[in-house]
């Protein structure tokens, strides 16, 4: 059940980061355009495609005896977020012409959202409240 109220929250976690990348990607467009939304949308993405990557590593294995392998999954995940991340701005940069400032404002806005994840991500049992 735990496990459950976990996985809940980081969904709730990565649809809040695609929403926002979504949300900024309209909002340039109406402001500034196609390119400027284009830029906002990639930037964005950037940030969210490695994070799901690393939440699909990082919770395949939940328990105390799978311990060493939830370590090994979390320094696995990250190492592919971090690698995914630098094959995605390559890629962005090399076959896209993006608005640097839109793009780099949209990726810090989506990776930012990891402070909101104690509030979004509530592992808590639920107890009553004792007098």
């Given at each position: 059940?735990?496990?459950?109220?976990v996985?809940?929250?980081?969904?709730?976690?990565?649809?809040?980061?695609?929403?926002?990348?979504?949300?900024?990607?309209?909002?340039?467009?109406?402001?500034?355009?196609?390119?400027?939304?284009?830029?906002a949308?990639?930037?964005?993405?950037?940030?969210?495609?490695?994070?799901?990557?690393?939440?699909?590593?990082?919770?395949?294995?939940?328990?105390?005896?799978?311990?060493?392998?939830?370590?090994?999954?979390?320094?696995?995940?990250?190492?592919?977020?971090?690698?995914?991340?630098?094959?995605?701005?390559?890629?962005?940069?090399?076959l896209?012409?993006?608005?640097p400032?839109?793009?780099?404002l949209?990726?810090?806005?989506?990776?930012?959202?990891?402070?909101?994840?104690?509030?979004i991500?509530?592992?808590?049992?639920?107890?009553?409240?004792?007098?």
């Amino acid at each position: 059940m735990k496990k459950n109220l976990v996985i809940r929250g980081i969904k709730r976690l990565l649809i809040l980061q695609l929403s926002l990348c979504l949300f900024i990607s309209v909002l340039s467009f109406v402001l500034a355009g196609k390119q400027n939304a284009i830029s906002a949308l990639l930037g964005g993405l950037v940030a969210f495609i490695p994070t799901v990557l690393f939440a699909k590593k990082m919770f395949q294995y939940h328990g105390a005896r799978a311990a060493r392998q939830i370590v090994k999954s979390f320094y696995i995940g990250e190492f592919l977020k971090i690698t995914l991340s630098v094959v995605l701005f390559t890629l962005v940069f090399k076959l896209y012409e993006v608005t640097p400032l839109t793009f780099f404002l949209t990726y810090i806005a989506v990776v930012m959202t990891y402070w909101l994840a104690p509030l979004i991500i509530d592992h808590k049992q639920k107890r009553p409240e004792s007098d």
